[in-house]
Each structure stands twice: as structure tokens, then as C-alpha cells.
């Protein structure tokens, strides 16, 4: 495998670990715990793992303790510094007896099923220390929810002598541990399911859980590649720059970017929502800002967009309701109306509201809320091209302002969407100590006899040394709702705050932002350095512990 200068140099790189783990260590077991809503039903269903105590390690006496097969996953989207948490699990397993082996399964749960794996040695892990990406295994989005699956999966555990295993994903695929774990727990198959919490999109954390994995670094990469693109807006002066920016259903990547360099305008879906915001209030809002800025001279600017925005518009959301509803039900007749007249068929069959809303659509957009549906019949909102849906409608606005002597300056437009870029990028040493400390923190629960346990480490803005930690029963985070009409337990996903420490230091400098061109330029990451350069966390973390 041909290496590049940096993979090579980093490839050295020793992660810093909590003092708690540097040695023998003991569990120690705080409250008895509850999940955050619907009490009663999650313990119903999880008569085997609720209630659970929290788990904060510390040092202990060393114990001899036998070797144990342990099998891991990668569930899920990528999320950097995955085989960090791979190689934490790996040097764990082996300090407590080097005869204990790691299983990989290939490309995801589905791996597990069809019983798809490989032995991962010392020689395979060393050639992805402190790498980007899932492919030492590869993942899947293979949805572990049925007692068949299980099942199956428990037929190649059995075989390989497997006694644990550690599923590295996001909220469902966490929820997924947790019914596994449960089932596993009931049939008493001797079986620990241990989940590390990832997603770049920042929206699985609570009061245990600081921030999920890959967070840090995806925030990086988009923040250098926004602050490049505002050198290049601030040097060319006359386009403003459309920039949509992953994270599905929160805006946490929005708001950290905003947080880092500074644009002109970012909205947040949360605040859009709070307000009931209409479409056509979002696109006057960024026009007026526009307008602003002419008037000062300054026909130039950037606007962050999270990918999630259409969900969170009221209007928007009850609009594509009807249209989903109204697709299922009439697909046949749908499909022999000639292609220049389905705008007009479906306008006449929606309710008045929801009519003018979808009358006020550029023709592109309406056609993606009609046209692409998934194999279940909905709207697929991530095609929307969200960041040209609003720079038509402010270019729109902005001529009949024009028109009425409102506006005097120029308009042009650029489009970005930032996504896959940041999902595989080489982790920050940030992300490269906090997961390697996930993974080893997985191998010690395993060694504590402990299931149906998040693995948490908390006080990251502290000097590694200062970390805590332990384990987080996953019911603690769940709750009931509503999936694909039926009532389901599912860990709650974490939404920005607005009354959050982040949210209120962006909302109190939005307004100069927006008038005063004060772009911050953050640069690559760096991985070699002054301290200060190159650990920073990120500035959401640092807000909300009041650094």
C-alpha cells in the first residue's frame, strides 16, 4: 500500500489515554438510572438492561483474567477516527491477556448475519492507527431489529467463540446494540453488546455522552474549505456563496462552522422551527441581509445552510405530509399525467395552505418533492438542493425589491454542499484520543462483565489525563416515537439547544457578522504542533462547559 508523507509520519502518533485507563482498573458503579421519557413502556421492553448504575472506571489491583474473543462493527455512515476506536478495543483486549482475539465483520451489521468476518491482528491494526474511514472493515446500513437476525448472528459468535461485541454507530444503530443486548441477555446466550457513540452530526449526546465521534474533525475540514472560500468571496467581491452543510436532522455542523469562521449569514433549523418560520420568511431574512450589505457597498457574501432545513419549516414539513399521503394513495392516476401538467394536477388536489406553498416553489424544487420519492414513497428531502432553492428565491426577491427602488445592488450566486468531504477525513488529535479512549474504554466494560453499556468519556476540554472514563447504560438515553407508523423505543436524538451556551454566543454576534466582513480563516488541521494549534476541541464543547 503506497503511503503519503503524512499518512506515514502519523502513523507514529500514540493517542493519549485517561489516566484511570493506564494500568489495571476497577469499575465503579454510581445511581441506579432511568431512561428520559416513557419510563414505564422502555421498561417493559428492557426487563434485562434497565435501570442500570453508571459506570466511572478508576485504577485497580491487576487480575489475571482469561483471554476472550470479542467481535466488532462499524454501523452506519463514516465518522473519523473509527479505527482509532477499532485499535483502543484491540490494545484493551490484548492488556488484559495477550491471547484475547478481535473479530472484524465485514460492511456492517449485515456482516454479522451472513456470518461475513476476519481475524483483525496486531499487523492489520498497526496499518490503521490514527487513519480516516471504516475500510479496515468496511460498514452497512443493515438494520439489526429482527429476533431471526439475532439469531444468525448469534450462530457465528457461538462458532468463533465469540463472548462480546462492540457496535461503533450512530442513534439507531446504538438503539439496535441495545435490543440485541436485551434479547441476548433474555436467552441467556452469554453474549455482552457494548455501543460507541459516532455521527459528524453531532446529534447523539447528553449529560454522559460529551459529543459523538468524528464531530471534531468533520467540523474542521468544512471549516477550512468555508473559510478558503470566504479568502476567495472577500478577494473577488461579487458573488455571494450558497453553502449547504451535512447534518440531517440537527444543525450542530452548521453552528459549530458558524462558530469557527464567521460568515454572513447561518440559519439554524431549530430556531426556524421555534418560530414557525415560513419559507418565504427564511428567504427575506437572507435578502434583507444581502440588501444590507449593498447598501454598505459590499455585493458579496456567505451563507451556511444545514442539509435538514426543508424538515424543520413548518409549512414545508406539512406540505410534503399531504404530498406523501397524497403520492401513495394515487400513484397510478399520478403516473399517466403528462410531465407539463403534474404541477397543476397536484395543485389542484392539495389543501388551499399547502397549494400556495407548493405554487411558491421554483419548478426544480417542486418537481424533486414530486418526482424522487424512496422505495417507502416519501419525499427524498437530502436530494433537495436546498442552498439553489434559496439563492433562486432571494435572487427573486431581490428583483422585485430592485423594481420597487429597495435594492440598489448586485446579485450573483455560487452553490457548495459539504458533505462527504468531511465524513473520512484523518482524525483530529482530538478525535484520535477520545476514540481510542472509546475503544478502550469498550474493552474495559467487557472485562467488568457489562451489556447493553455505551462506552462514555467525559471531560474532554481537560488535558487527556483528566478524562473520565466508563459506561452509560444505552436505555438511560431513550425514549418512545413514532417510526413508520408505529410506536418505537429509540435513543432521543440531541437537537441544538436555543437556549444552549452555542446558540446564544452565535445569536449575539450574527447581527455584526452579517453587516461587517469579520471572516476568521481556520486552516487545515493540524496535527503536529503547539498545543493550542493543534488540540483544540471543538468551540460547541467549549461553549457548553463554559470554557
Same mark, same amino acid.
Given at each position: 500500500?503506497?503511503?503519503?508523507?503524512?499518512?506515514?509520519? %502519523?502513523?507514529?502518533?500514540?493517542? *493519549?489515554?485517561?489516566?484511570?485507563?493506564?494500568?489495571?482498573? *476497577?469499575?465503579? #458503579?454510581?445511581?441506579?438510572?432511568?431512561? $428520559?421519557?416513557?419510563?414505564?413502556?422502555? +421498561?417493559?421492553?428492557?426487563?434485562?438492561?434497565?435501570?442500570?448504575?453508571?459506570?466511572?472506571?478508576?485504577?485497580?489491583?491487576? $487480575?489475571?483474567?482469561?483471554?476472550?474473543?470479542?467481535?466488532?462493527?462499524?454501523?452506519?455512515?463514516?465518522?473519523?477516527?473509527?479505527?482509532?476506536?477499532?485499535?483502543?478495543?484491540?490494545?484493551?483486549?490484548?492488556?488484559?491477556?495477550?491471547?484475547?482475539?478481535?473479530?472484524?465483520?465485514?460492511?456492517?451489521?449485515?456482516?454479522?448475519?451472513?456470518?461475513?468476518?476476519?481475524?483483525?491482528?496486531?499487523?492489520?491494526?498497526?496499518?490503521?492507527?490514527?487513519?480516516?474511514?471504516?475500510?479496515?472493515?468496511?460498514?452497512?446500513?443493515? +438494520?439489526? #431489529?429482527?429476533?431471526?437476525?439475532?439469531? +444468525?448472528?448469534?450462530?457465528?459468535?457461538?462458532?468463533?467463540?465469540?463472548?462480546?461485541?462492540?457496535?461503533?454507530?450512530?442513534?439507531?444503530?446504538?438503539?439496535?446494540?441495545?435490543?440485541?443486548?436485551?434479547?441476548?441477555?433474555?436467552?441467556?446466550?452469554?453474549?455482552?453488546?457494548?455501543?460507541?457513540?459516532?455521527?459528524?452530526?453531532?446529534?447523539?449526546?447528553?449529560?454522559?455522552?460529551?459529543?459523538?465521534? &468524528?464531530?471534531?474533525?468533520?467540523?474542521?475540514?468544512?471549516?477550512?474549505?468555508?473559510?478558503?472560500?470566504?479568502?476567495?468571496?472577500?478577494?473577488?467581491?461579487?458573488?455571494?456563496?450558497?453553502?449547504?452543510?451535512?447534518?440531517?436532522?440537527?444543525?450542530?455542523?452548521?453552528?459549530?462552522?458558524?462558530?469557527?469562521?464567521?460568515?454572513?449569514?447561518?440559519?439554524?433549523?431549530?430556531? $426556524?422551527?421555534?418560530?414557525?418560520?415560513?419559507?418565504?420568511?427564511?428567504?427575506?431574512?437572507?435578502?434583507?441581509?444581502?440588501?444590507?450589505?449593498?447598501?454598505?457597498?459590499?455585493?458579496?457574501?456567505?451563507?451556511?445552510?444545514?442539509?435538514?432545513?426543508? #424538515?424543520?419549516?413548518?409549512?414545508?414539513?406539512?406540505?410534503?405530509?399531504?404530498?406523501?399521503?397524497?403520492?401513495?394513495?394515487?400513484?397510478?392516476?399520478?403516473?399517466?399525467?403528462?410531465?407539463?401538467?403534474?404541477?397543476?394536477?397536484?395543485?389542484?388536489?392539495?389543501?388551499?395552505?399547502?397549494?400556495?406553498?407548493?405554487?411558491?416553489?421554483?419548478?426544480?424544487?417542486?418537481?424533486?418533492?414530486?418526482?424522487?420519492?424512496? =422505495?417507502?414513497?416519501?419525499?427524498?428531502?437530502?436530494?433537495?438542493?436546498?442552498? *439553489?432553492?434559496?439563492?433562486?428565491?432571494?435572487?427573486?426577491?431581490?428583483?422585485?425589491?430592485?423594481?420597487?427602488?429597495?435594492?440598489?445592488?448586485?446579485?450573483?450566486?455560487?452553490?457548495?454542499?459539504?458533505?462527504?468531504?468531511?465524513?473520512?477525513?484523518? =482524525?483530529?488529535?482530538?478525535?484520535?484520543?477520545?476514540?481510542?479512549?472509546?475503544?478502550?474504554?469498550?474493552?474495559?466494560?467487557?472485562?467488568?462483565?457489562?451489556?447493553?453499556?455505551?462506552?462514555?468519556?467525559?471531560?474532554?476540554?481537560? =488535558?487527556?489525563?483528566?478524562?473520565?472514563?466508563?459506561?452509560? =447504560?444505552?436505555?438511560?438515553?431513550?425514549?418512545?416515537?413514532? %417510526?413508520? &407508523?408505529?410506536?418505537?423505543?429509540?435513543?432521543? *436524538?440531541?437537537?441544538?439547544?436555543?437556549?444552549?451556551?452555542?446558540?446564544?454566543?452565535?445569536?449575539?454576534?450574527?447581527?455584526?457578522?452579517?453587516?461587517?466582513?469579520?471572516?476568521?480563516?481556520?486552516?487545515?488541521?493540524?496535527?503536529?504542533?503547539?498545543?493550542?494549534?493543534?488540540?483544540?476541541?471543538? +468551540?460547541?464543547?467549549?461553549?457548553?462547559?463554559?470554557?
Amino acid at each position: 500500500m503506497t503511503k503519503s508523507a503524512l499518512q506515514i509520519a %502519523r502513523a507514529a502518533y500514540q493517542p *493519549k489515554l485517561p489516566k484511570a485507563l493506564k494500568g489495571a482498573v *476497577k469499575a465503579v #458503579e454510581g445511581a441506579a438510572t432511568q431512561s $428520559v421519557a416513557d419510563q414505564e413502556e422502555i +421498561k417493559k421492553l428492557f426487563p434485562n438492561t434497565y435501570g442500570m448504575p453508571i459506570i466511572k472506571f478508576e485504577s485497580g489491583d491487576a $487480575v489475571e483474567l482469561p483471554a476472550i474473543n470479542v467481535g466488532v462493527i462499524l454501523s452506519g455512515g463514516q465518522a473519523p477516527g473509527g479505527h482509532n476506536v477499532i485499535s483502543g478495543l484491540f490494545d484493551g483486549i490484548k492488556s488484559l491477556n495477550g491471547d484475547s482475539k478481535l473479530y472484524g465483520f465485514i460492511l456492517g451489521p449485515g456482516g454479522l448475519v451472513d456470518h461475513n468476518y476476519m481475524e483483525l491482528t496486531g499487523e492489520i491494526i498497526d496499518e490503521y492507527r490514527n487513519t480516516g474511514g471504516f475500510d479496515i472493515i468496511g460498514s452497512g446500513r443493515t +438494520k439489526l #431489529e429482527k429476533e431471526e437476525q439475532f439469531d +444468525k448472528g448469534y450462530e457465528i459468535l457461538k462458532q468463533l467463540g465469540i463472548s462480546a461485541l462492540v457496535i461503533i454507530g450512530g442513534d439507531d444503530s446504538n438503539t439496535n446494540a441495545c435490543v440485541l443486548a436485551e434479547y441476548y441477555a433474555a436467552q441467556k446466550y452469554g453474549v455482552q453488546v457494548i455501543g460507541c457513540p459516532k455521527t459528524i452530526d453531532g446529534d447523539l449526546k447528553n449529560e454522559m455522552i460529551e459529543t459523538s465521534f &468524528g464531530f471534531d474533525t468533520a467540523c474542521k475540514v468544512y471549516s477550512e474549505v468555508i473559510g478558503n472560500i470566504q479568502r476567495d468571496c472577500n478577494s473577488a467581491r461579487k458573488y455571494w456563496h450558497f453553502i449547504k452543510l451535512m447534518g440531517r436532522s440537527a444543525s450542530h455542523i452548521a453552528l459549530e462552522c458558524a462558530l469557527q469562521v464567521q460568515p454572513n449569514v447561518c440559519i439554524i433549523s431549530e430556531e $426556524v422551527e421555534a418560530k414557525d418560520m415560513s419559507l418565504d420568511d427564511v428567504v427575506t431574512y437572507i435578502a434583507q441581509k444581502v440588501a444590507d450589505r449593498a447598501a454598505e457597498g459590499h455585493n458579496f457574501g456567505t451563507v451556511l445552510i444545514p442539509e435538514g432545513l426543508v #424538515e424543520f419549516i413548518p409549512a414545508m414539513k406539512r406540505l410534503i405530509a399531504e404530498l406523501n399521503d397524497f403520492l401513495a394513495h394515487n400513484a397510478e392516476e399520478f403516473s399517466h399525467i403528462k410531465k407539463s401538467h403534474q404541477r397543476d394536477y397536484i395543485t389542484k388536489k392539495l389543501s388551499a395552505e399547502n397549494a400556495a406553498v407548493y405554487a411558491s416553489l421554483p419548478e426544480g424544487v417542486a418537481r424533486q418533492l414530486t418526482l424522487d420519492r424512496d =422505495p417507502h414513497g416519501n419525499v427524498q428531502v437530502s436530494l433537495i438542493e436546498t442552498e *439553489k432553492l434559496l439563492s433562486e428565491m432571494v435572487a427573486t426577491k431581490l428583483a422585485t425589491w430592485q423594481a420597487e427602488g429597495k435594492f440598489t445592488g448586485k446579485f450573483s450566486s455560487q452553490h457548495h454542499f459539504f458533505g462527504y468531504e468531511g465524513r473520512c477525513a484523518a =482524525p483530529s488529535n482530538y478525535d484520535a484520543d477520545y476514540c481510542y479512549s472509546l475503544g478502550y474504554t469498550a474493552a474495559m466494560l467487557i472485562a467488568n462483565g457489562k451489556t447493553g453499556y455505551m462506552s462514555s468519556v467525559r471531560n474532554t476540554t481537560a =488535558p487527556a489525563e483528566e478524562w473520565i472514563a466508563g459506561g452509560v =447504560p444505552i436505555t438511560m438515553m431513550m425514549n418512545m416515537e413514532r %417510526r413508520h &407508523g408505529e410506536m418505537k423505543p429509540v435513543i432521543q *436524538k440531541a437537537l441544538v439547544k436555543l437556549d444552549g451556551a452555542p446558540f446564544k454566543t452565535f445569536a449575539s454576534k450574527r447581527d455584526q457578522w452579517a453587516l461587517i466582513t469579520d471572516y476568521v480563516y481556520p486552516g487545515p488541521i493540524q496535527y503536529f504542533g503547539p498545543t493550542e494549534v493543534c488540540d483544540q476541541p471543538t +468551540k460547541t464543547l467549549l461553549l457548553e462547559q463554559g470554557k
